[in-house]
């Protein structure tokens, strides 16, 4: 089979499109033919070694991807060859035509649902829902401040703190990008290219601050928004897609009584499957019906999976994009 390696950790054209031997799932496995696998920001982190996971090299890339069961492991019953399927975060592996999977960490999919949706409606919108639904506990009518707004997760976050009754003000770097967030159901809008976003956010809340930031961008955003928090605001650490992890003096959130929360998604995936299988529920419902959509701007063929990952580094993308198999 064709697959995406890893063989050393390096710069992103440094991986490989190659033929390997397919593999055979062991015992509670089975093994997918690969349709289709969502490109994050955190694969292109992996394969450079700047992820919180190093997994031995070589390796397939590839967390989030959708496919048909084409071998049962021993002992899986609760799988049909054929079925169209999502799998998790907790295997790498989706750069490829056929990858193994744990059959536990699988979800089935109805047909109403693109082999391109279902790639990648996972990692995302997975975080998003999670950050502001366990983390953040956000609550109808409160404020939601969405940076990075048009991109994977900040797009998702838009759409769910939506769904979830929220005010979204979503903050991005160009006016293209914003529209992007507004036809995804943001009310207001920052660009922090042009704006003082601490000013910004104050004026558009009335001089409160935020109840809820949802940051996956870091460094001078997320200074910002420290100084931008409402009495008893929750500010979500998601990721430093800026390159830089801030510091941050703890007297702030003294004095406004807010929150720092940490956020990881696939910790969260882990330690607790029921919460997520029922956060999926949610989010696969919200989907049928039309609160949550995929936007995805560009659809690779899988030798090309180096430069889907360029483009999601290189602040190129509006929404995600996809690799499918040729
Ligand atoms: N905690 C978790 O569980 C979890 C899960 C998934 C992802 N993440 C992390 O969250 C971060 C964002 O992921 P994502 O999927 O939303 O990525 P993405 O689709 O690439 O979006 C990130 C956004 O960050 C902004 N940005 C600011 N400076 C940037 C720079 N120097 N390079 C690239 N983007 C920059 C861009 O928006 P503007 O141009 O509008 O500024 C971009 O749209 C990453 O650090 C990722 O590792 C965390």
New binding site residues.
Partial sequence: MKAIVCEEFGPIDSLVYKEIDTPEPGKGEIRVKVKAAGV???DG?LVQGL?QVKPERPFIPGMEFCGEVEVLGEGVKHLKIGQRLICTSQSYGGFAEKAIVNSKLVMPITDDMSDVDAANIM??HG?AHHALKQRARLKAGETLVV????????IAAVQIGKAMGAKVIA????DE?LAIAKENGADELIN?AENDLKASIKELTGGKGANVVYD????E?FDACTRAMARNGRLLV??????KIPGFPVNLALVKEYSVIG????SFVMHEPMPFLQNMQELFAWYKEGKVSLVTDEVFPLSKTSDALAK????K?KG?VVVVAE
């Fill in positions: 994050n920001f955190p982190l992820y990692c995302a975080t940076l990075g707004a048009a991109g994977g997760t900040g903050v991005c770097s160009s990008k922090y996956p961008v870091g460094g955003a998601i990721g430093f897609a800026s390159g956020v990881f998604w696939g999601v580094m290189n602040r993308v995600k």
